[in-house]
C-alpha cells in the first residue's frame, strides 16, 4: 500500500510540476528557457489537475492503512514526503505569486526603502515588475525576521530571477522541514500516533501546493511555531517563548501561541506568584526576540501600523463577503475580529481541559475563519498543531476532506479563474477519475495488498 501510494504521488507531483510550466504562476521572463510550454497553458492546466487528482487520491488511500494503525515507520512517510515533493522543488512558482513580491520587498530591504511605507511599485524594475498589480502600491504586513531572510534571499540571488525563487522555496522547505521534524514528538506528547500526525500535517496536499510549490512564508511561520510549542511541552519553556516570538516574526498571528506557552511554563514552577512569573518571563523574552531581531534587520517597527495590508476589498472570508453582501464591510470584519477573541478566550479557559496544543490549533482556526482575508493555506495555521494534537474523532473526519477540496480551489497561475479554467481543470480531474475506476475495475479480484506493499494472494475460502 505504501508504495502503491508513493508511486502515485511522485507520478501526480511530476504531472503538476510539467503542467506548471504552461499554467503556473510564470514570470514575465522565460523561467529556465523554457519558453515552448507557454503556448499551452489550457493543456498545462488540464496536465495540472490530473497531477494534482494523482496526489490528492495517493494521499486519500495512504490514510486508511495509517489510520487502522497498519503504517507505523515514520521514515518512510519522510520518504515519501520528500519523494513528493521534488518534483515542485523544479517547478515554476505554482497557485500563487506571492514569492515575487518576497524577492521584491527583500530587495528594497537591502537598497534601504522602507517596506512598512512603500509597496514594489517604489523599487521598480524588473523584480518589482513580477509582482501583481494589486500588491505594487501597498506595503508589506510581514515581520521583520523574513524581511532578514528574503533580503538575504535577494542579496546572493541578485538579478537572477530563478535563483531567487530557488532559494525563497528553499526557505519555505526549511520550516515544511522543522515541522516534519518536530510533529512526531509533539503528537507523542498529546497522546496522538505519530504517523497519523504525519499524514494529516505534513503529507497533506496542502502543504505540497502552498507551502512547498507556492514558496509560501507560512511554512517558516508554522515550523518556529510547531518547535516551540514542542520546547515549551519538553520543559524548556524560555526557548519555547523565543520561538514563537520568532515565529510571530514572520508572520504575526503566531503570536497567539504565547498566550498558551505561559501557562505551559507556570505548570513548570514551583513556589508563589507562579502565574504572574510564568507571564512576565515570556513577556520578557518575546519582547527580547522583537527588540534583537528588529535590531539585525534594520526594519524598524513599521510593520504594526502595516498589518491591515491584506485587508483589501478585494480579499474574501465570511466576514467579508456578509459585509459585501450587506453593504457593512467595517461592520462586518469588527464583529469577525469580536467573534475570533471571544472563541480564543473561550479556548484559552479550557485549555486544561483541550491542552494547550489543540487549543492553539483552534484558536488559530477562529481566527482564520473570522478573519477579513481567508486563503486556503492560511488553514494550515491551525491544521498543523491540530494534526499534533486533535483527538481521534469528528475533527480529524472532517478536516480530510476539507483539505482534499481546498487543495484544488486556487489554480496554478494564482489568479482568479474564468468558466474556461474550471472546465479545463475538471477535464484534468475526470480523467484521473476514470483511470483510476478502470484499474479498480480491472485489478484480480483474488489480489490484496499486503501491508509492506507487495502483492498477496488472498486467502482461499
Known amino acids: 500500500m505504501l508504495r502503491h501510494a508513493t508511486i502515485t504521488g511522485f507520478a501526480g507531483a511530476v504531472l503538476l510540476a510539467g503542467g506548471g510550466l504552461a499554467a503556473g504562476a510564470l514570470p514575465a521572463r522565460d523561467l529556465f528557457g523554457l519558453a515552448a510550454p507557454r503556448e499551452y497553458p489550457g493543456w498545462g492546466l488540464v496536465v495540472s489537475y490530473a497531477g494534482l487528482a494523482l496526489l490528492i487520491a495517493a494521499w486519500w488511500r495512504l490514510g486508511r492503512p495509517i489510520r487502522a494503525g497498519e503504517i507505523q515507520d515514520q521514515r518512510k512517510l519522510v520518504a515519501t514526503l520528500a519523494l513528493w515533493a521534488a518534483p515542485l522543488l523544479l517547478a515554476p512558482p505554482l497557485f500563487s505569486r506571492d514569492v515575487y513580491s518576497y524577492l521584491a520587498q527583500g530587495a528594497m530591504v537591502g537598497a534601504g526603502l522602507d517596506v512598512y511605507r512603500h509597496g514594489p511599485a517604489a523599487f521598480g524594475g524588473p523584480l518589482a515588475a513580477e509582482v501583481p498589480a494589486l500588491w505594487q502600491h501597498t506595503p508589506t504586513p510581514y515581520g521583520p525576521l523574513f524581511l532578514l531572510v528574503a533580503a538575504g534571499v535577494a542579496a546572493v540571488s541578485g538579478a537572477h530571477l530563478t535563483a531567487g525563487i530557488v532559494g525563497m522555496r528553499l526557505v519555505a522547505v526549511t520550516g515544511v522541514a522543522l515541522v516534519t521534524a518536530v510533529l512526531p514528538g509533539l503528537a507523542r506528547r498529546c497522546g496522538v500516533d505519530p504517523s497519523a500526525a504525519l499524514w494529516l500535517g505534513v503529507l497533506n496536499p496542502l502543504v505540497l501546493t502552498h507551502l512547498v510549490a507556492g514558496a509560501h512564508n507560512d511554512a517558516l511561520m508554522l515550523g518556529l511555531l510547531v518547535a516551540g510549542l514542542a520546547a515549551a511541552l519538553a520543559r524548556h519553556p524560555a526557548l519555547g517563548a523565543a520561538l514563537v516570538a520568532l515565529a510571530a516574526l514572520v508572520k504575526v498571528p503566531a503570536a497567539l501561541g504565547l498566550l498558551f ?201
Open 261 to 461: 506557552v505561559a501557562p505551559i511554563w507556570w505548570a513548570q514552577l514551583t513556589g508563589r506568584w507562579r502565574r504572574t512569573r510564568a507571564v512576565l518571563a515570556a513577556g520578557a523574552v518575546a519582547a527580547g526576540a522583537t527588540v534583537m531581531v528588529t535590531a539585525v534587520a534594520g526594519t524598524g517597527y513599521g510593520w504594526v501600523g502595516a498589518l491591515d495590508t491584506p485587508v483589501s476589498p478585494q480579499n474574501w472570508s465570511l466576514v467579508s463577503g456578509l459585509g459585501h453582501l450587506t453593504g457593512a464591510l467595517s461592520l462586518w470584519r469588527w464583529i469577525g475580529l469580536a467573534a475570533a477573541i471571544a472563541c480564543g478566550l473561550a479556548l484559552w479557559l479550557r485549555r486544561d481541559r483541550l491542552g494547550p496544543v489543540y487549543a492553539v490549533g483552534l484558536c488559530l482556526g477562529a481566527f482564520v475563519l473570522f478573519g477579513p482575508a481567508l486563503r486556503p493555506w492560511y488553514l494550515l495555521w491551525g491544521l498543523v498543531p491540530l494534526a499534533a494534537a486533535a483527538p481521534d474523532g469528528r475533527m480529524r473526519r472532517l478536516a480530510a476532506p476539507a483539505w482534499a477540496v481546498l487543495a484544488v480551489v486556487v489554480l496554478p497561475r494564482g489568479f482568479a479563474p474564468g468558466p474556461g479554467h474550471v472546465a479545463q481543470a475538471a477535464l484534468g480531474v475526470a480523467l484521473v477519475a476514470l483511470l483510476l475506476a478502470a484499474r479498480t475495475a480491472l485489478r484480480p479480484p483474488r489480489e490484496a495488498d499486503g501491508r509492506d506493499g507487495t502483492r498477496v494472494p488472498a486467502p482461499a475460502r
